[in-house]
């Protein structure tokens, strides 16, 4: 009964995580940990048991930390699942925080990747025990020797102190369940002192409201007993405690160094946010845990429902998101060209991917999301400042600066690929920070960009002049000035709203004229000329030509012909009312859609 | 489909107040046409009642039927039309045996009208007269141009100066009417061959001309050529500019349009045949693929000659598929076949909801003013090019 949840001896608990790329096996490795440790009967086993969402399973990627207890050798473990993905860095961060130890698992065949390289050195800085791991050894084409050495070069251990598993066939995953025990520290804590407890995930649930993930820290939570979450001072009763096993097993209570659950009725994840501090309001803790932060968006879209009826179901679906998303945040916003949708903002691309992909997927939505955009601070020379997440909030006035927003990037890659990488950086406004050998043929390239150039199709890019082999990783790093213009698109005078753009005073004509292009052949010919002009302001820097259409007529109409050209027509028609109308232009849903993906999707839906 | 062919009651309703016409499709050709997505057959063995020799028997087993189907009403025909195919692989006497089969089940108007299609080399002086002794009063030749170059894209196998041959012995044989069909925007083909084309087809001297823009219908070999970059896909601009040059030489020879495709030199050498068609008449459509029209409901046959053969030799009805038209449906098809005529569509018919697109229309020059002021909706030369844009816009 020593490791009973709540009257566990801190000194045999094991907390650790997993860092890993999203396609390293991470979650096959958790599988075979679930059946070693006996928490899953074989029977009861499904692929990649921990990620709940269908769209985690499909794509291969856990976007929800989650927490599971693992009975080992006398001993409590502690895996606390970590999301993977660059957008996430602020969860990742809180989820190491609830550690004491981290499993660096690296894919044999590929090695580490930027972002496993990122949460690494977030880990190292948490102060975490690095246990580094090479899985699928049993792929033909692992290199374990090799990717051995390099990690080796990153933590500053031995290559043989790198182990070598396979999630597959489970091959040392017995031998790594004993290495956690031995060498992650337990942890550490005051049992008297009044409850600190981290909150490192917190997740909606339709049937039990919020369930909350926490650490304790000191102290201890028990059921029935009312908390505060120290950064709002809101009080909720809780409801229900317990540990995950990999199913929740209810407790009364959790205590120092113990990793669990609490359910407290609350309804949206706003009110239990991630890197907060739950303590007791009977004997409530004076100091709050570090760290806390508040997620904010940097990445903003409008998003339109392509069928305008489905307003008011984007609008649910939205609401029912951001129950689970606290990172989530939209408004209403009108488009003269799309109707009504929602300016949303989101952490970066991935999660406004996932967003969007729910939001079609789970709630059967047709939408049209418009060019991201980031925040630029607009000075005026009046001394105003205006904040523009939105093309169509740039003041047309006497700007004095503009300021943009800056990330840092870490590419990796095989070193042959480094011209083309430094080429796609200069040409994105890149500067060089500096440059690392990882290994004789891997290279850490270290990049300041602008954030605005990253979201624009660049990943898309990077995969593509790599051959998929390049990893990007980046963190926010501040603000430059930039000339910045907003380059508005016009058909036959008027301006499109959906299709402005701010981007660099330099690349501003190159933007209008592709744009200006990709709409001359998207737009259909109609019965007058339409001029699709690309302007700065008045300035008129591109300029392209819809000729009117002249024929559009069957020659042949005879007996047969009837019913075949009255249902052809039908079809026409039925495809006009597809269309938006901009002024008298018809222009075609797809026309949004192609022309507000990136190049290199749009080219592909051409070719289908 | 019933198997008996029996129509539903709404189409017998008024049967005999509308004009009524046979269609006869005779399914074999000696080739096949790189463009032509026809029901046709190249070979003369396509089983039982299905062959060459035995199709006339076949049809009029048809016509039979379609009296039986028909009932006593009092339906004298006022138009036949002979098509394919080429229905003059059939000997005259094959086709003149048809003619008789359908006069002496339903009657021939006084003046009817009774055309064959036919390819200029298919026939003779001989045939010709066969033709008219039969009772036949029209011929319709697939000339398509004048330009070798183009006949070899085409796959047609007459010379260039045949059909001017062919029109002068079917005049020699006694025949008033004579159609040239063209065709235009071949690839290959120039603004100047097209000219050559219809100075050729207007010196011949027939009575009507039918121009088609060449259309790629997905399936055919010439679909193939293009997909495959041998030959340039049409050009709707170029087609756009070809059909302006064969309305001012037309006009300019005295001919003048009737249909969107069609021009004639007078009242009476219009196609009846076609009128029928697109203005709601009746007609039975004989052979494999035919489609006929009673009445609001639209039925076709089986495609392939040995499944038609066999129905029909067990008594049963070769109709394949048939739909009826809903009130909607009648009104669009209305629409969409009397606006492609000289005499348009009547203002007053248009949905009002689609009133400021007449007046957009009319705005763009699609309408002409006169007839609009008379209350009709009829299209001007821009007008045709854009007819079916203009269709979609009133319905």
Redesign the interface.
């Not at chain 2, 693929?289 to 029209?293: K, L, Q, S, V, Y």
């Not at chain 2, 045709?384 to 844009?389: G, P, T």
């Given at each position: 009964m020593r490791i009973h949840p709540g009257q566990t001896d801190p000194a045999l608990i094991r907390n650790f995580c997993i860092i890993a790329h999203i396609d390293h096996g991470k979650s096959t490795l958790a599988d075979r940990m679930l059946q070693l440790t006996g928490v899953v009967e074989g029977r009861q086993m499904r692929a990649q048991y921990l990620d709940r969402m269908d769209i985690e399973r499909e794509r291969g990627i856990t976007i929800k930390s989650q927490a599971v207890r693992l009975p080992w050798d006398g001993h409590v473990l502690n895996m606390i699942d970590t999301p993977g993905h660059v957008d996430f860095t602020y969860e990742v961060s809180r989820s190491l925080e609830a550690c004491e130890g981290a499993v660096l698992l690296v894919d044999a065949a590929q090695g580490i990747e930027a972002q496993t390289l990122a949460n690494l050195y977030l880990a190292m800085s948490a102060d975490l025990h690095i246990i580094p791991v090479l899985n699928k050894i049993d792929l033909p084409a692992a290199q374990p020797d090799k990717y051995a050495e390099e990690i080796a070069g990153l933590i500053g251990c031995a290559p043989s102190d790198v182990l070598r598993v396979s999630g597959k066939t489970g091959v040392g995953v017995k031998e790594l369940l004993d290495h956690v025990v031995q060498n992650v520290p337990a942890p550490v804590g005051d049992a008297d002192a009044p409850a600190r407890a981290l909150i490192f995930d917190s997740v909606y649930d339709t049937y039990r409201g919020v369930v909350t993930y926490v650490r304790v820290v000191d102290g201890h939570l028990s059921k029935r007993e009312r908390t505060i979450m120290m950064s709002t001072g809101a009080t909720h009763e809780t409801l229900e405690i317990g540990v995950i096993s990999p199913d929740p097993v209810p407790s009364v209570s959790l205590g120092v160094g113990e990793v669990g659950y609490l359910i407290t009725g609350v309804k949206d994840v706003r009110q239990a946010r991630v890197g907060d501090t739950v303590t007791s309001v009977v004997k409530p803790a004076l100091t709050a845990l570090g760290g806390y932060d508040h997620p904010r968006p940097m990445v903003y879209s409008g998003l339109y429902p392509i069928d305008g009826d489905d307003y008011p179901e984007l609008r649910e679906a939205l609401d029912k998101l951001r129950l689970n998303d606290a990172a989530l945040a939209y408004e209403p916003e009108t488009s003269a060209a799309l109707g009504f949708g929602f300016r949303c903002g989101f952490l970066g691309l991935l999660h406004m991917e996932i967003v969007r992909e729910r939001l079609e997927r789970e709630f059967n939505l047709s939408l049209i999301s418009t060019a991201p955009n980031v925040i630029y601070r607009v000075v005026m020379e009046d001394g105003k400042e205006i904040v523009v997440t939105n093309p169509s909030e740039f003041p047309s006035g006497k700007i004095a600066e503009i300021h943009e927003p800056m990330v840092k990037a870490t590419l990796l890659s095989p070193s042959d690929h480094i011209g083309a990488i430094m080429e796609l950086c200069q040409g994105r406004r890149g500067a060089l920070l500096g440059m690392d050998y990882l290994s004789e043929d891997r290279v850490e390239i270290r990049y300041t960009l602008p954030l605005g150039e990253i979201i624009f199709d660049f990943f898309d890019q990077l995969k593509s002049r790599t051959r998929g082999y390049a990893s990007l990783d980046y963190d926010p790093s501040g603000e430059q000035d930039a000339d910045l213009v907003k380059v508005d698109i016009l058909l036959q005078g008027e301006a499109v709203d959906a299709f402005s753009a701010i981007v660099h005073r330099e690349k501003a004509y190159a933007y209008g004229v592709e744009m200006a292009k990709k709409l001359k052949e998207l737009i259909p010919r109609q019965q007058f000329e339409v001029p699709i002009q690309a302007a700065i302001g008045a300035r008129v820097i591109a300029r392209e030509n819809i000729r009117a259409i002249r024929k559009d007529v069957l020659a042949k109409c005879y007996g047969g012909d009837i019913s075949r050209k009255r249902k052809l027509l039908e079809k026409q028609k039925e495809g006009k009312k597809r269309m938006k109308m901009v002024g008298r232009v018809e222009v075609p849903q797809e026309a949004f859609v192609a022309a507000l993906s990136t190049e290199a999707s749009a080219a592909e839906k051409a070719k289908k | 489909m019933p198997a008996s062919g029996e129509l539903p009651a709404s189409a017998r309703e008024g049967l005999g107040d509308r004009p009524f016409g046979f269609?006869v499709h005779v399914p074999f050709c000696v080739t096949r046409c790189g463009y032509c997505d026809f029901n046709t057959y190249t070979a003369t063995e396509l089983g039982p009642g299905a062959s060459r020799a035995d199709y006339a028997e076949t049809a009029i087993e048809e016509v039979r039927l379609a009296r039986r189907v028909l009932g006593d009403a009092e339906l004298p025909v006022e138009t036949v039309f002979f098509g394919g195919g080429t229905p003059t692989l059939l000997p005259p006497g094959d086709l003149a045996r048809i003619l008789r089969a359908i006069g002496e089940e339903f009657g021939l108007a006084p003046g009817a009208e009774v055309t064959t299609e036919a390819n200029p080399e298919s026939v003779d002086p001989a045939y010709l007269e066969g033709l008219l002794a039969g009772g036949f009063t029209r011929v319709s030749f697939g000339m398509q141009s004048a330009r070798e170059h183009v006949l070899t894209v085409l796959d047609r196998r007459h010379t260039a100066g045949r059909p001017a041959e062919a029109v002068r012995e079917a005049h020699a044989a006694g025949f008033a009417h004579v159609n040239l069909d063209l065709i235009y925007s071949t690839p290959g083909e120039d603004d100047d061959d097209w000219r050559a084309s219809l100075a050729a087809a207007i010196e011949a001297g027939p009575d009507h001309v039918s121009?088609?823009?060449l259309?790629v219908e997905e399936g055919t070999r010439l679909a193939a050529r293009i997909r495959r970059g041998e030959l340039p896909m049409p050009d709707?601009?170029v087609?756009?500019d070809r059909?302006l040059i064969a309305d001012a030489m037309l006009a300019e020879a005295g001919f003048s349009w009737y249909e969107?495709?069609n021009w004639a030199t007078s009242e009476e050498a219009r196609c009846r045949h076609?009128l029928l068609?697109?203005t709601g008449g009746d007609?039975w459509?004989v052979g494999p693929?035919?489609?006929?029209?009673v009445g609001g409901t639209?039925w076709?046959n089986v495609k392939h000659p040995a499944a038609y053969a066999s129905r029909l030799a067990t008594g049963s009805s070769p109709g394949h598929a048939r739909?009826v038209l809903s009130e909607e449906?009648r009104r669009?098809?209305r629409l969409?076949?009397e606006l492609?005529l000289d005499s348009g569509f009547p203002l007053a018919e248009i949905a009002p909801s689609a009133r400021t697109a007449v007046a957009q229309a009319l705005g763009?020059g699609?309408l002409a003013t006169g007839p609009f002021a008379s209350g009709r909706a009829v299209l001007t030369l821009k007008g045709?090019?854009?007819?079916?844009?203009l269709?979609?816009d009133l319905?």
């Open positions: - | 269609y121009a088609y823009s259309i709707d601009d087609a756009a059909y969107v495709s076609n068609y697109w007609w459509g693929g035919a489609h006929g029209h639209r076709w739909e449906d669009m098809e969409m076949l492609r763009n699609l045709r090019l854009l007819a079916d844009a269709i979609r319905t």
